[in-house]
Nanobody, 121 residues
């Protein structure tokens, strides 16, 4: 069993910063891509940014230059540094990871419980 444990959400004023963390715990052999998605009220979930085990990233245009993803492979943890936050960044942010639980096994997608980020104007 694999769990993604998120932390770091909260309320911040526009222009402020927050840092999210997501640690993968449990029976883990290897992790490929880890990343963050978000869902605002009344909208579909969208990709924010993801990072592969080799460090390649894919980031939404709406957050480029403001959000930075990083990961610590030894700790199975991914981070999201969010700067210059805007009210439109308000959403539930969810962590996702593609995890292999045994050698030669398939990669399965796991999700965290989500953490609320609210940016006030």
């Amino acid at each position: 069993q694999v769990q993604l444990v998120e932390s770091g959400g909260g309320l911040v004023q526009a222009g402020g910063s927050l840092r999210l963390s997501c640690a993968a715990k449990g029976s883990i052999f290897n992790i490929n891509t880890m990343g963050w998605y978000r869902q605002a009220p009344g909208k579909q979930r969208e990709l924010v940014t993801v990072i592969t085990s080799g460090g390649t990233t894919n980031t939404a245009d709406s957050v480029k230059g403001r959000f930075t993803i990083s990961r610590d492979n030894a700790k199975n943890t991914v981070y999201l540094q969010m700067n210059s936050l805007k009210p439109e960044d308000t959403a539930v942010y969810s962590c996702n990871a593609d995890v292999q639980t045994r050698r030669w096994g398939p990669y399965l997608s796991y999700w965290g419980q989500g953490t609320q980020v609210t940016v006030s104007s």
